[in-house]
């Protein structure tokens, strides 16, 4: 199986699945979506990098209805319950179905977004994807990445992975969710989040910040400048 395959087999329940796999879920996706700086009737152009079912777009989506969309995913059952979301929101957005890591982003835009899906890739291609969404988003636009980063340390990341089960446990994840999670999980190559804060500066960057943090769950990114 690869991450496609997995991803596509999860998409029936991903959604419901989040509020049990993200203990932070509410705090998490409320910062994600308050950190957008623009007016709220904007025209924005926005990119969603690993959409999936567009939990996270949609979000944005219902507090920013003037923008337009295009979700890029390389799990075609994904993108069909984002396409099926923003069809009950009235839009249609542009689907791209391809690997973000080499498909043509197709524009430039105010507001790239990714959540829970760059933790997959290698630390290169993290650092070669900051520097093409830099190169992707128009002057004074903003990249927001919520996502899952390395414990900067042995002990942290320990510490991180023992939160994770304890709460996830407690909210009740069963234990066949519990067994799926960990086979998706197989996947993961997460990055501390001071390295990735090095590769948005380096990138060229500006108010690179992390807004929001519980243990390995992150909110950051930066700005191009004007």
């Known amino acids: 199986m690869n991450i496609q395959q997995a991803f596509d087999i999860a998409a029936a ?3 419901q699945l989040r509020r049990l796999l993200i203990p932070c879920f509410d705090d998490f996706y409320d910062t994600a979506v308050r950190v957008v700086p623009f007016e709220k009737t904007a025209p924005l152009s926005v990119l969603d990098l690993g959409a999936g079912t567009g939990l996270y777009s949609g979000m944005i989506c219902a507090v920013f209805p ?6 890029m995913d390389l799990a075609p059952e994904m993108l069909e319950k984002a396409k099926a979301r923003f069809t009950g929101m009235g839009k249609s957005p542009r689907i791209l179905v391809g690997d973000y890591v080499k498909t043509d982003f197709e524009g430039s835009y105010d507001l ?3 959540a829970l899906s760059i933790h997959h890739l290698e630390d290169a291609d993290k650092e070669h994807l900051t520097e093409r969404i830099y190169s992707s988003l128009k002057p004074g636009g903003m990249f927001i990445n919520a996502d899952q980063v390395l414990g900067s340390t042995t002990e ?9 089960l304890e709460s996830v446990c407690t909210l009740g994840v069963s234990e066949e969710e519990l067994n799926q999670a960990f086979e998706r999980m197989k996947y993961d190559r997460m990055a501390p989040l001071n390295t990735q804060l090095g590769w948005l500066k380096k990138a060229g960057f500006q108010d ?3 807004w929001y943090k519980n243990f390995s769950f992150a909110v950051f990114g930066g700005r191009r400048p004007v």
């Open 208 to 210: 690179v910040d992390c």
């Open 156 to 164: 942290i990341e320990k510490l991180y992975r023992t939160h994770w």
């Open 13 to 15: 329940d991903y959604d």
């Open 112 to 114: 790239i977004i990714s």
């Open 66 to 71: 003037n923008a337009s969309w295009t979700l």
